[in-house]
């Protein structure tokens, strides 16, 4: 039974609910304090993209610490949090034939994602450098590697054609091949009557590529997910009234306002959903759990709301954690929502 109308019926029957395509990384967790960070030539809060001889040479400063490894990239985490919840997902992007690019493989194939990487033999594995701080803080260098590579001959188009989402976000706007590969998939989503959900990822891309490139995405764009500093970035407002304007060209617009919770806009409504108080350990991944539990809950037919209060449940769960990671009873979590 649908009670949301975000999709028609027809777009509902879609046999996957979410594709993804965007940048492939494996996150390298530590725990450091914030005279370490300057040791490592970090600057606090901020991700910034590096080249590899860089994050060698930040790694190789960390000394005797030892990275945690887990699953990386932004589109990534939030299929990750479908697929914990039962969601049919698939997930592309670019990755080397070293031992990272393995390693994503085999914890895609662990999820039950379907696996649509392409495998590329000269360049090494992007990884994120994650370094979180004792107030929860997280700084990321970025090395995208093979990610860099993706094109639009590597986009699984049956599996887009197939889905209720097409999901990406603005990470994909770094090289013009992935540009290139990131509009001939939306507009292929479109002519295939699905649904496109964007995120803007980072105030970082906003800065990088101009206001101008994002709205020229969201004129394509049914569902946009961002942040509160995004949306001041963006549009000169504050959460509440950037997601209102938002839904006037958007059909549904979500601005989260981290722990005071989210707005969500669409049909000249706009619901809040409050955050829940949780003790914070990383606000890595939070952003990407948040969407990845509020797609759940449409392409399950729920209503705005449910869909928002699972997307909340989702992100201050992971927060709880080191890493990306969600609690083993999270399905049961949801399951109460839903009842």
Do not use: W
């Not at 803007?200 to 995405?217: N, Q, Y």
């Amino acid at each position: 039974m649908i009670r949301n109308t975000f999709f028609s019926s027809e777009q509902f029957k879609h046999k996957l609910d979410v594709v993804s395509i965007e940048n492939a990384l494996i996150d390298l967790l530590v725990r450091a304090n914030d005279t370490d960070l300057k040791n490592f030539g970090m600057t606090k809060g901020i991700m910034q993209l590096v080249d590899e001889d860089t994050q060698k040479k930040v790694i190789h400063n960390l000394g005797n610490v030892k990275p945690e490894v887990e699953l990386g990239g932004s589109a990534s985490n939030a299929v990750r949090g479908l697929a914990v919840l039962g969601a049919k997902t698939s997930y592309s992007s670019c990755v080397g034939t070293d031992a990272y690019g393995k390693a994503f493989a085999s914890r895609l194939a662990e999820l039950g994602i379907i696996n649509r990487l392409s495998v590329q033999g000269e360049t090494h594995t992007g990884t994120c450098l994650v370094v979180v701080t004792p107030d929860g803080e997280r700084t990321l260098n970025t090395y995208l590697g093979a990610c860099r590579k993706y094109m639009p001959t590597d986009l699984p188009f049956e599996d887009i054609a197939n889905s209720k989402i097409l999901f990406t976000t603005g990470y994909m706007l770094d090289t013009q091949n992935q540009i290139d590969a990131l509009h001939a998939a939306i507009d292929f989503a479109l002519l295939n009557d699905v649904k496109v959900a964007f995120d803007v990822a980072d105030p970082f891309v906003i800065k990088r590529h101009g206001k101008k490139t994002i709205f020229s995405l969201l004129e394509k764009t049914h569902l946009v997910f961002l942040n509160a500093e995004e949306a001041k970035i963006l549009l000169e407002l504050d959460p509440k009234s950037a997601a209102i304007e938002l839904a006037k060209t958007v059909q549904l617009s979500v601005v989260k306002d981290g722990e005071n919770g989210a707005y969500i806009a669409y049909d000249e409504n706009v619901i809040f959903i409050p955050a829940k108080k949780v003790e914070v350990a990383d606000t890595t991944g939070a952003g990407d759990m948040f969407a990845g539990g509020f797609m759940y809950g449409l392409c399950n037919g729920l209503t705005i709301e449910q869909s928002g209060q699972i997307a909340t449940l989702l992100a201050s769960d992971t927060v709880s954690y080191m890493g990306v990671r969600l609690s083993s009873n999270i399905r049961a979590q949801v399951e109460a929502i839903i009842r």
